[in-house]
């Protein structure tokens, strides 16, 4: 942890040389060392060099940018990534906005893009002034940092916000379970009515392990869901709450890899209502990206894109022509029944990359049995088909 005040000696450019120098190293032989400077301890430098280093892909705005002061790794990690900060900007603008979880600041650095004013929250002392610190060092002149609680600033005033933003922390004991947003900090479903005296619009951030179905019942006035992945990789769920809205919710899947972007949108009436096809596998494989599989559209995604489904629980899908689609598509070179005897004979030793869906045995406890290898250019798929028959799928990537 940093002293209250900041350590301005770490922002020296002997100092800061030294950091970039460092970034590629290795860090613990400056714990050992004597110390190197006067007013700047080993343990600092090594934390600054190792939260620098977590920013270079994640942050890469503050990474290159010099005056840069770092919080500790964790902070760095909890932070949103640039991806997806400028996302969620993207979404809402205004005049004003009130961040009550600022933490680093990555978020209210994109919101200051879109705002002409935003006040940045963090009770944490030490978080709240490298906030400060930083949003001077990237010369943005539009945010205000509080150094206090959220809710308590909304509290002690009456102004009025044309957006609140807010961040909910999961509690430690739900560590990596599924959680409900009453077991976040600060209780959003306890506060809601409070927020929506200081704004008509409220946009929420949660973790993706958090359960849709749950967060529509602690919610109300919901207006929209974004379910929010990265290379296929799930990073966050936004909510987006509007006062007195009672409408249908609009579901946004979005997948952002690179400069493309994968982006499947319905309402939650529309899955309900979806007609779903199934068969055996065709000629082509689709597995659905993660951001659609968070949201539960299996039906849906059948009939939008005219592929059928192998099986209800098994969410892949299948077509005798190549379709364009959201998520990794394959070319079916073989269909297999399950035979450990037949699979060993023409697999054994291989190097293949091994997928489950709806399959009695995990990928691990596969790849022990038939001694196959991770890597190389095979996938193979071990399902349930629609006759409820044990097979597996071997395909190219197309």
């Known amino acids: 942890t940093y002293s209250q005040i900041l350590n301005k000696h770490i922002l020296n450019t002997t100092v800061q040389d030294f950091i970039n120098n460092y970034i590629d190293k290795d860090v613990t032989k400056v714990l050992f060392r004597k ?4 007013n700047v301890s080993n343990k600092e430098l090594v934390e600054q060099i190792e939260a620098k280093k977590k920013c270079r892909y994640k942050l890469p705005t503050w990474y290159g940018s010099k005056g840069i002061y770092y919080p500790n790794k964790l902070s760095i990690e909890q932070a949103s990534s640039e991806t997806t900060a400028e996302y969620k900007s993207m979404l809402i603008d205004g005049n004003s906005l009130i961040d009550l979880t ?5 978020d209210s650095y994109y919101f200051s893009k879109r705002f002409n004013k935003v006040i940045h929250c963090e009770m944490d002392t030490d978080l ?17 940092t509080r150094e206090s609680d959220g809710i308590d600033v909304l509290k002690g005033s009456s102004r009025h916000y044309d957006w609140i933003y807010i961040d909910p922390s999961r509690r430690h004991k739900t560590k990596g379970k599924v959680f409900f947003l009453r077991d976040c900090s600060p209780n959003v479903p306890d506060y809601l009515d409070d927020l929506f005296m200081h704004s008509d619009n409220i946009l929420v951030k949660t973790s993706p392990l958090l359960d849709i179905k749950a967060g529509i019942k602690e919610l109300h006035s919901i207006k929209s869901i974004h379910i929010v992945a990265t290379n296929n990789e799930l990073k966050e769920l936004l909510w987006i709450l509007q006062k007195d809205y009672s409408g249908p919710i609009a579901i946004k899947t979005i997948n952002l890899i690179n400069e493309e972007r994968e982006v499947f949108s319905f309402s939650l009436l529309d899955e309900t209502d979806a007609k779903t096809s199934y068969s055996q596998a065709k ?3 689709y597995a659905p990206n993660r951001a659609i599989l968070k949201s539960g559209a299996f039906r849906l995604i059948s009939e939008r894109y005219k592929v059928d489904k192998l099986h209800p629980n098994t969410h892949l899908y299948t077509s005798d022509i190549f379709l364009d689609f959201p998520g990794r598509r394959f070319k079916i070179d073989k269909v297999l029944p399950y035979n450990k005897k037949l699979l060993k004979k023409e697999f054994l030793n291989y190097n293949v990359n091994v997928s489950t869906r709806n399959f ?4 691990e406890q596969i790849k022990k049995k038939l001694n196959l290898k991770d890597g190389g250019t095979i996938y193979m798929f071990f399902i349930t088909n ?13």
Not at 102 to 106: A, E, I, L, N
Not at 128 to 144: E, M
Not at 360 to 363: A, E, K, M, R
Not at 386 to 398: D, P, T
């Open 35 to 38: 110390p190197l400077f006067k």
């Open 102 to 106: 600022g933490g680093f600041g990555v």
């Open 128 to 144: 709240s002034n490298i906030a400060r610190n930083n949003f001077n060092a990237l010369n943005i002149g539009n945010v205000t």
């Open 283 to 285: 000629n082509y494989l």
């Open 360 to 363: 009695p045995d995990t990928v």
């Open 386 to 398: 629609i006759n409820e028959q044990k097979e597996v799928l071997v395909c190219s990537k197309v």
